[in-house]
């Protein structure tokens, strides 16, 4: 079955450093990958997609890029700071229809960003 | 951006009781409404999709008669579980998705079956 992992449960960095979080696909080719973010108790927020025809995105302190050899997407955010500390989601989908797409997400990476 | 939200936050109600969950997108059309069901520490696992005017597709393993899904307009999405029992605990996480691959979720509702 179509696979989304996160394999860093937890990743601790200090503040100003940048946080590099992985995210591999298994048994499906994804058109897309996207990130969330999501806090205790609270639903993901979206963050960015990138499509598999494109080697990387940004946005702001936030980047992602979408390796297809290595079945990989990596997100960073630079210059971190003590807000960033979250769970980051990775998921993915391929076309389900009627315009819109079923997600596989990934358990999460939950990032503390040290003072 | 696009806003969705879910009533109520959080419930509690005792086993063998019904409780509906409502989620509206509030500021966007959403032709496709997604249903997840995450535990502590575990991904957002799909329950089901529904689009609206038509019957809600189940992911395998998610009963159809206990989860009643309901997607009457473009804007609101209702979960039913019925007959609770307390294995139904979770947090229940609703998302809204318009012509466009991202997905705007609701806050999520915490149901507590005693």
């Known amino acids: 079955s179509q696979k989304i992992e996160q394999n860093s449960e937890a990743l601790n960095i200090q503040e100003g450093k940048t946080a590099t979080l992985t995210c591999n696909y298994t048994?499906?080719?994804?058109?897309?990958l996207q990130w969330y973010r999501q806090d205790p108790g609270r639903g993901p927020v979206f963050l960015l997609l990138i499509r598999e025809n494109e080697k990387e995105k940004r946005k702001e302190r936030l980047k992602v890029t979408f390796d297809t050899t290595l079945k990989q997407s990596l997100f960073h955010i630079t210059a971190s700071q003590p807000a960033d500390s979250a769970t980051y989601l990775c998921?993915?989908?391929?076309?389900?229809?009627?315009?819109?797409?079923?997600?596989?997400f990934g358990k999460g990476t939950k990032l503390s960003v040290i003072p | 951006g696009a806003v969705v939200s879910q009533h109520p936050s959080w419930v509690i109600c005792k086993s063998g009781t019904s409780v509906k969950i409502e989620c509206r997108s509030l500021?966007?059309?959403?032709?496709?409404m997604f249903w997840y069901r995450q535990f502590p520490k575990q991904s957002l696992m799909l329950m089901a999709t529904?689009?609206?005017?038509?019957?809600?597709?189940?992911e395998q393993g998610v009963e159809k008669d206990k989860f009643l899904i309901n997607h009457a307009s473009l804007t609101l999405s209702t979960l039913t579980v019925t007959s609770a029992h307390p294995e139904d605990s979770s947090f229940y996480i609703c998302s809204a998705s318009g012509h466009s691959y991202e997905q705007y979720f609701g806050p999520g509702t915490r149901l507590t079956v005693t």
């Open positions: 529904s689009n609206e005017g038509s019957k809600a597709t189940y």
């Open positions: 998921a993915g989908g391929p076309y389900s229809g009627a315009g819109s797409y079923q997600l596989t």
């Open positions: 500021d966007f059309q959403a032709t496709t």
């Open positions: 048994n499906y080719s994804p058109a897309y």
